[in-house]
């Protein structure tokens, strides 16, 4: 079985050097072609590598926590919770966004502290509330596992490293895409049964009265830009969001515009996990969002009625779940 | 086909450059302007005109002394913080007398295309003297009002306007003129739902007459700004580049036909400057000419010069003159 990945990945690359490339997936409809980094070209061996290092609870410091913990296939490549609790139970405030089609996100995070995956993945490891294991302990764990040195030699002709870590996670992030969903059927594909009328209706309004789409926009439903919505702002000290990086005034209590696509499976919504449904998240744009100074002049009080509040949300719902949704169960450990 | 066209539009932007590698000579003619925002030049006189935006006034520069020409329009208020008072924004004149003004000071839907006569007029004119105006109001649910008239170009007929107010639109408005006669401003091209990126703000017409709009992006997001050509008549998109500044305000050929732009740098306002855009293979590269602090507007003159309004440090915006040659 070891012998045949190794084999497995040596012909992989090779395959790569010669322009062919199996590892990079078909690119589901509506999306664009995924970009890799120069440096972190995908292979088959990388890929599966990055794969079990997600899915690796071992890379915490109690083996309980593990990549998918958090960021589960079966639950959006999110969690299902308001917020996410990491070794020994310890919450942070903040909600696990999902892994889904990150790899065409400007930045990552809430704030957009990290610019690439590879910059990311090292992050939650390390991370005293998440898996707590510090970098370093990290690649003398998973040295003294023979599978491990095996791969890390096939893949990156080296020991295992932090870097070689960072790289594999993040090549498999690059292969969870949510395309192919009703909305791309309808617009590329020009099917018009693809939308149910209702769903039709809320794309509509998405893209015109309710403004929707003065932020989720493009292929990945977003701007990939920071608002203020004024979720969270009256908390007795508000998590202040980008302006924790830019330190910018008008980044007070702004955040990432997420994507929305597959957005049925991520429940509870928002940066805190304060939203339980889509009803709710539309009623909260369709009132204005939440007063504050810094709320984003694209949020405004929207003359939605009940009808067009049930034809956004089917919109959300029916119109933007993935047809060819990244199932993907955890794989065989080394 | 494409790389026809491609070829076709860059033909005036390949050329080489020509700037010493110490930048160009360039000097400050006024010091003390409160958030520029538009430059025009007089035809026949040479006299630069600016929007002294937060000033609420429009000034002409005579021996870098400003004499006010248009006073008293409303303010508003750009940004989060940092926040800007603005009024006038965009400006141009249409022949020796009409000067055309782009709002920035009331609100979407309310907001002023106004235009001057500024002949035999008493200086200075108050802001609602105006020959005439016209808004794009909201209709209805579904359109939005427009606003922040940011910059404006024309054709031999017409005058396009980017505008700041649907932002699923991101509309540039058109009005068209006859002599000094302008027609009611008119939505025309939906850019946000061509190019999937908010804010035209930069505009200017080719030597080829196609319509170049410098997309702006998210102020947040940095290297999005998009430099794109439409057919000024059919509408069609005919390039989409990805130019990798942050904020693109203005646009402007030179009379070598190069192709200029300043980068305002929200997220990073040092790295903001004027820019040369260049031809690259089936992109564009960009060639910094000369770091500027926070640029909003640019017009060359006759004589090649290039006349260039910064906010700079609050109350001390700057118009600058760069020596001909670009």
Redo the contacts between chains.
């Keep these: 079985m070891k012998r045949t990945l190794v084999v497995c990945a040596l012909v992989s690359a090779w395959m790569v050097a010669m322009q062919h490339d199996p590892a990079v997936a078909e690119t589901p409809l509506g999306l664009p072609t995924v970009v890799h980094p120069s440096d972190n070209a995908p292979s088959d061996a990388k890929i599966a590598l990055g794969k079990q290092l997600y899915f690796d609870a071992r890379l915490s410091v109690d083996d309980k926590v593990s990549c998918a913990s958090c960021h589960d296939p079966k639950k959006g490549w999110s969690n299902g919770e308001a917020t996410a609790s990491g070794v020994g139970g310890q919450r942070g405030g903040r909600s696990a966004p999902t892994v889904l089609n990150t790899t065409y996100q ?1 930045f990552q995070f809430w704030d957009g502290r990290a610019d690439t995956l590879e910059q990311q993945a090292l992050g939650p490891i390390a991370n005293p509330i998440e898996m707590n294991l510090p970098i370093d302990a990290a690649v003398k764990k998973l040295s003294a596992i023979e599978g491990y040195q095996k791969q890390f030699q096939a893949v990156f002709g080296s020991p295992v490293s932090a870097e070689g870590i960072g790289k594999a996670i993040a090549a498999f992030e690059r292969t969870v895409l949510s395309g192919n969903a009703p909305y791309d059927k309808y617009k590329i594909n020009k099917d018009e049964s693809a939308l149910s009328d209702s769903a039709k209706q809320g794309m509509k309004l998405f ?3 309710a ?1 929707c ?3 989720h ?3 990945n439903f977003t ?6 919505l004024g979720v969270g702002m009256k908390a007795e000290k508000p998590d202040l969001g ?1 302006f924790e990086i ?1 330190k ?5 209590g ?1 955040f990432k515009t997420p994507s929305l696509r597959d957005i049925a499976r991520s429940a509870p919504y928002m940066h805190d996990g304060s939203l339980a449904t889509l009803e709710d998240v539309v009623e909260h744009y369709s009132k204005g969002g939440i007063a504050n ?2 709320l984003d002049e ?1 949020i405004f009080t929207l ?1 939605l009625s009940g009808e067009d509040k049930a034809a956004l949300v089917t919109f959300l719902n029916e119109g933007l779940s993935s047809s060819t949704y990244p199932d993907v169960s955890a794989p065989e450990l080394p | 086909m494409k790389i026809f066209k491609f070829v076709f539009l860059f033909v005036a932007m390949a050329a080489s450059s020509l700037c010493a590698q110490d930048g160009p000579a360039m000097n400050v003619i006024v010091g003390d302007l409160d958030n520029p925002c538009g430059i025009a030049i007089q035809p026949e006189t040479g006299a630069i005109f600016v929007s002294d935006s937060g000033a609420s006034r429009i000034v002409k520069i005579v021996d870098g002394k400003v004499e006010p020409v248009i006073t008293d329009f409303p303010v508003d208020i750009y940004g989060k913080g940092p926040k800007y008072n603005i009024g006038p924004l965009g400006l141009l004149f249409i022949d020796q007398n009409t000067l055309v003004v782009g709002g920035g000071d009331l609100i979407d839907g309310e907001e002023k295309l106004r235009v001057y006569d500024l002949k035999d007029a008493k200086l200075p004119i108050k802001a609602d003297q105006m020959k005439t105006s016209s808004v794009l109001a909201a209709a209805g649910e579904e359109v939005k009002g427009e606003g922040n008239f940011y910059a404006l170009a024309k054709t031999a007929d017409a005058i396009y306007i980017t505008c700041n107010g649907d932002d699923n639109k991101g509309w540039v408005a058109k009005a068209g003129f006859k002599g000094s006669d302008v027609a009611s401003i008119e939505r025309y091209l939906a850019t946000k739902e061509a190019t999937q990126i908010d804010a035209p703000v930069g505009v200017t017409i080719s030597p080829r007459g196609e319509l170049v709009i410098g997309q702006m992006g998210e102020i947040t997001v940095p290297n999005d700004s998009l430099l794109t050509f439409y057919d000024a008549n059919s509408k069609e998109m005919l390039l989409n580049l990805k130019t990798n500044l942050h904020d693109i305000t203005a646009l402007a050929y030179s009379n070598r036909g190069q192709l200029y732009a300043l980068d305002f740098a929200w997220s990073d306002t040092k790295q903001g400057g004027l820019f040369q855009l260049l031809a690259d293979g089936d992109g564009v590269k960009t060639k910094k000419i000369v770091a500027l602090d926070k640029p909003t507007a640019m017009a060359f003159d006759a004589d090649g010069s290039l006349y260039v309004t910064v906010i700079g440090e609050e109350k001390k915006g700057q118009l600058i003159k760069i020596q001909p040659g670009l």
Aim: some cysteine; aromatic content about 10%.
């Design positions: 400007r893209f015109g009265k403004n789409s003065a932020c926009v493009g292929p701007d990939n830009g920071f608002h203020n980008r830019t910018l005034e008008g980044d007070r702004s100074d810094y694209e003359k």
